[in-house]
Structure formats: structure tokens, C-alpha cells
């Protein structure tokens, strides 16, 4: 199905321009990282239309890919048009599928940013609890209003494990990187820990390409609403720019920086090769385990 897709991919950032040179360059390496097939020339290949992008592509797990790869490519587009969200949508009817990227995107084009961030913020509410850190959520699953120095002390004690296992190499994760301790700061939810167990598990850093590649790993693990919505998060703070507060400053195009199209595909490509969920585990019951077994345990392979 790979270059069928392809052909459809193609035909939805087609709004008179054949897509621009960040899409193209995205889906390129899309093919070539996540697909694996470097033998398909993007340059060569015809469009396939709405209808005919319907016949061809009939499974339902690779409709919803073909609507959220659609998704990931119309963030792409800077500044996002009106014209290139309605042919997103005529393919997306065709292909009788829906979803939150849907609504945010034409809140974006019609309301602009501060609407689009409203949408975003409600669909990741519903979603919470499957993101945040098992043991912590009977204590900490609501926004903190003060401090809760308890949990801070609570992870940062984990560095008196040793050097090499999961816990250690968590609170190193936020030493190098000059990051505060959820709990510290009221304005880090408990749903951190999770999310930064997974960036030192799949070997991530906190930079714009990697937290989209993060995204894309999560997705590649599981295709769930909930690594869906996580990832939309993603291209909103690092691609599309409208996910803007007084702490953060949301970016665009950071997919054309020079190695972060690769990245994203490499990140996708791991982590459906994984052989477990790791995003989902309980990161603190295995805290004392060295952070190369974690590795092993869940089939996650080294970066190239």
C-alpha cells in the first residue's frame, strides 16, 4: 500500500502547487524512514483524487494512518490556507474518517490560534489519565495550584539509585537539560513524569525535532486517540505554532530544519519495530532497572 498511499498523500497538499518544499520534502522522507522504500521517486508518481484514494484504500487502520499522515503534512504548510484544509477534508470524507485534527485545523484557518488552542486544551483533558504516571495519578492527576514539593522530593530521589538505571538517568534527563521537577513548578503537571520517563527510554532530548520525533515514536508504538492527541500537542508547539501561553511561544516549520523530516520518520519507524508499550508502563515501579534492560524488555532499538 505504500506507494498507493503515497499517490493519495500527494493529491491532499496539492492546492494548485503540487504541495510546497517542506510537505514534499516531509513525505519524502516519510518513504524513505518510516516506509522504508528509498526506490519510490515522489517526483514520479500521479496523484490519486478523493474517489479514487476511497477505492483504493479500504482497510480501516490504514484510513486512519492516510488521515493523520494528511494531518501531520497540512501543518506543514506555512501559513495554513484555507484551500489546503478543504482538500484535506474532501479526502478525508471520502474516506469516512474523522477526528480532533479535523476541528483544530479549521478552527485555525476560520478563528485563528487562540481558538484552535481552546480545542486542543479540551480534547487533552479527556485524555489525561492515559498519559499520566500510574502510580502517581490517585495524588496528582488535577492541575496543581501551588507547589507539591513532596513529589518533587519524591523524584528527585531517584538520583540515589545507581548510575545507569531508568530513575538515575530520569533525573540527569532534567539536570542536563536545566529542566525543574514536576512539582516544583505548579506549571508542570504530574503527566511530565510520564512523558520525560519516554523521552529517556526512546532517547530523546527536550529540542523541537526530538519532541516531534518523540510524538511520532508514541504513535508508532500505539496508534491511540491518546498518542494521536499527544502528537497534534507536538505539531502545535513545534510545527504549526498555535499553541501559545505565557510560558511558551509555539514555533513553526521546525520540520525543515535540516534533519528533523528523518528524525520524525525514524521515530514513527522505532516505534512500531517496538515489541511492547512502554509508554503506558509503570516507569516508577521499574525506576531501579537499568535503563538498558528497560530498552531491551520493550524492543526499543538505538537511534541511527
Known sequence: MVETVTRVLLGAIDVGDGGTAEQRAVLRALIEGYYERPDLDVDALSALGPDEAAAEVTNPAHRRRVRELMALLESCRHPLTDAQVDRVELYARALHEDGPDMVIVRDLVSDGAQHAMADYMRFIEDIEPDLAEPTLTA???????????????QLRKLHDLPEGTLGYEYIEFYRRNNL????????????????????VIAGYEPTGPEEIALGAMQLGVVDSDAHWIQFLGNLAIHEAGYFNDETFVGKTATLEREG???LLAEGLRRGAECTGDFTHADHLAMAATPLAEVREQFGVRPRA
Not at 492527576?141 to 501551588?146: A, I, Q
Open 139 to 153: 495524588d496528582y492527576l488535577e492541575k496543581f495550584e501551588t507547589p507539591k514539593p513532596e513529589l518533587a522530593e
Open 260 to 262: 528533523a523530516a528523518a
Open 180 to 199: 525543574t521537577l514536576p512539582g516544583d513548578d505548579p506549571n508542570l503537571p504530574a503527566i511530565m513524569v510520564s512523558h520525560d520517563m519516554c523521552h
